[in-house]
């Protein structure tokens, strides 16, 4: 053995190897931990890249997503009342539209009332952000004029719905001319749909 190659002893051995753990310890530690933000950073760049890719697409498509929504407020328009005016204001505007359509179809209108959206509207179906309102109507005349007003009714924007038609004939066959039309009954049940504020 030379003077400058000594043989380390085991206590020098284990006192190297001491050394040698504690600086790779902390090492594989710092390893560890680097590893698992790692994994961690590289799922939340997979959750997230779909959402990114969605919202890069709404993105791109704003534009036409935007006239699709001008084209349903249009078509919302022709079938629903804003509310611009509360459900009693609205359902008299209508009845007066109604009374209007079916005195120039050459009925005699003969009572008519507003009933409020919360007798013509059915518990159990919700109607969502919509309320119904009700306009019931009697009125007379001959049939031609009853199916002029029914066909008039296509007109009639935002759109009014018939729920019910009952028709009673006014006196007896019998006591009718045979060569005049009878006269008939009509107990019109009307109703829309108004946005609720």
Known sequence: ???????LTPRQWLLLGGIGLILIVPLAA????????????QEQVETLEPR???LAGIQEQAQEIQEALEQIETVKALHIYPAEQDSTQ???AVQQRLRALLDKAGLSV????????????????SLGPYERIAVSMTA???WPAIQLAL?????VSPTVWLDDLQLNLLG????????????????????????KP
Do not use: C
């Open 1 to 7: 053995m030379t003077a400058g190659s000594q043989k």
């Open 30 to 41: 710092l390893s560890s931990w680097v590893y698992s933000k790692h994994v961690w950073a």
């Open 52 to 54: 990114y890719a969605r």
């Open 90 to 92: 609205t359902g008299n």
């Open 110 to 125: 003969v009572s008519s009332q507003v009933r409020p959206s919360s007798e013509s509207e059915d518990q159990s179906q």
């Open 140 to 142: 007379e005349g001959g």
């Open 151 to 155: 066909l008039s009714l296509r007109d």
């Open 172 to 195: 007896n066959l019998e006591s009718n001319n045979p060569k005049v039309a009878p006269k008939l009954s009509a107990q019109f049940t009307f109703s829309i749909l108004r946005s």
